[in-house]
């Protein structure tokens, strides 16, 4: 296979240096579009706002894919005004950019939180969800992803391009696990996701997979681990914090609340990593 040369957006940010180091370990070329230098740059970075469409046009010049990672990441940064239209501004630029230079391959970062997280208004009738669930999107942040996800589809449809939105949970590097043990005395500081987390190695698999997929149109899929940053089981999670929410038969005692089958069916995806394997059990 010829090396693809791949456009990571937002590569200086956690999760962009993970899918940064691993496209390069495959063997793809990469250049990182971010407003920021990364601390260690592992790959030529250009930096672009890419909340100007000329300056996007510019800097996807070359490129045989786009990974789209970079956003405002939650509600608590700047005003909702400008998380909302940065994120929808810039999303739009990429692919439209994408389309402008033939690009036919767009890999990009949803969220966990299109599904109503943080489950305060709307619970889960069952659990594990998926894809089936209805987005309901609860912030400006997770609004603004649902919006990326419509234009996935209508720029699919316009233009035969093919559009992977990754659906990422809290994105957790091995630094991040030592918290882990604060939470297992109290379910609750986590039930706002239903205890899911991904390793950014995790989400640095899901882009690589999905540029090498052979989906056509545009797909959506959540990303997670294969199991809760919880040890104590999921039905008694749910008994205690969701009440009404049914526990789908043959769900594992600490498989994941979030599901994954879908990214494993198209994918081939199989995280790798858990908390699990950094904290004694």
Not at 135 to 143: A, D, H, V
Request: glycine letters at 8%; a neutral charge; proline letters at 6%.
């Amino acid at each position: 296979m010829n090396k693809r040369h791949v456009h990571v957006t937002g590569g200086s940010g956690k999760t962009g240096q993970a899918v940064v180091r691993h496209l390069l370990e495959q063997g793809f070329e990469v250049t990182n579009l971010d407003r920021a230098m990364p601390g260690q740059p592992l790959a030529r970075t250009r930096v672009v706002d890419l909340t100007d469409f000329g300056q996007t046009v510019d800097a996807l010049a070359g490129a045989d894919a786009v990974v789209h990672l970079a956003a405002i990441p939650n509600d608590s940064i700047h005003p909702p005004e400008r998380t909302f239209r940065e994120n929808v501004a810039s999303t739009f630029n990429v692919f439209h950019a994408a389309q402008i230079r033939g690009i036919r391959d767009v890999v990009w970062a949803s969220s966990e939180t299109v599904l109503g997280l943080p489950f305060a208004r709307v619970k889960p009738s069952t659990a594990p969800i998926d894809e089936g669930h209805a987005p309901f999107p609860e912030s400006t942040y997770s609004l603004s992803k649902v919006v990326g996800e419509q234009m996935a589809d209508q720029y699919a449809r316009w233009h035969g391009m093919r559009f992977i939105g990754l659906r990422f949970s809290n994105v957790m590097t091995p630094s991040d696990y030592a918290r882990f043990a604060g939470w297992q005395d109290e379910p609750r500081l986590r039930k706002w996701n239903l205890w899911g987390y991904v390793d950014a190695r995790d989400c640095a698999q899901a882009c690589r997979l999905a540029l090498e997929a052979r989906t056509v149109g545009s797909e959506n899929l959540i990303i997670a681990a294969a199991d809760t940053c919880m040890r104590l089981g999921n039905a008694s999670l749910l008994a205690t914090e969701f009440p009404g929410t049914t526990l789908e038969p043959g769900t594992g005692p600490n498989e994941t609340l979030l599901s994954i089958t879908k990214a494993r069916r198209l994918l081939g995806y199989q995280p790798g990593h858990s908390w699990r394997d950094r904290i004694e059990a």
